[in-house]
């Protein structure tokens, strides 16, 4: 059973430029969500979709973030345009309906 | 507003030794909760999932359980070994539809 799979695993880029995450769900999921971790906040949740679409955005830090969820096999987080206080381990995780949550290895995103 | 709480931040125990780490939640009118175990650099594994009609759950060395009018979860791991260490969270939510809110979790290392 292939988990939840994200990409990149790790990102290195510069002030200004733009930064898309991506994320497979597991097959059958129907609930996805974007989460960032930082030493300082620890986890938060930053957006989740159910059936695909957006219910809760609450958490998207600023306009500079957006997220899609186009079909239910694959999402993207951007980042336009980044900054350093913008680096962090961005998590998606994803789950049936009322069950089990289950989390990629994350994408380690550097802004310099 | 859904709040969860787990002391201490940081614990640390001989091998051999059982151990047990503490969750504690705000609305004890949860739907379901979940722990997690995090390894440095890693996504999160889940390791125990309690329904609110449950009191414990068990796995292996790990047993989890859940005072839900107490607002209160532990879990209980048995002659702990060093493969142990990690980071422990966990998680609760209200309904089935809404996302889980997490604690800071509990960074536990097992001294050989």
């Known amino acids: 059973d292939a988990g939840v799979i994200q990409s990149p695993r790790h990102e290195v880029t510069e002030m200004g430029q733009e930064v898309t995450l991506r994320c497979k769900p597991i097959?059958?999921?129907?609930?996805l969500f974007w989460y960032r971790q930082t030493m300082m906040r620890g986890l938060e949740l930053l957006i989740y979709f159910n059936n695909n679409v957006p219910i809760d955005d609450s958490g998207m830090p600023e306009d500079r973030f957006s997220a899609k969820m186009p079909n239910a096999s694959f999402s993207t987080l951007k980042i336009q345009p980044s900054e350093p206080r913008d680096s962090a381990v961005y998590f998606c995780a994803s789950r049936k309906l009322a069950g089990e949550l289950f989390f990629g290895e994350g994408s380690r995103l550097t802004v310099l | 507003k859904q709040e969860v709480t787990q002391i201490p931040a940081a614990l640390s125990v001989p091998e051999g030794e059982n151990l047990v780490l503490n969750c504690s939640f705000t609305d004890s009118a949860i739907y379901n909760l979940q722990w997690f175990r995090q390894d440095p650099g890693k996504g999160l594994t889940s390791l125990l999932l309690?329904?609110?009609?449950?009191r414990e759950q068990t796995s292996g060395r790990l047993n989890a359980s859940l005072d839900k009018s107490s607002g209160r979860s532990t879990l209980y791991i048995a002659a702990s070994q060093p493969g142990d260490s990690a980071t422990y969270l966990c998680a609760a939510r209200n309904s089935g539809n809404t996302p889980l809110v997490f604690g800071k979790g509990t960074r536990l290392s097992v001294i050989a």
């Open positions: 309690i329904q609110s009609s449950q």
């Open positions: 097959s059958g999921h129907n609930s």
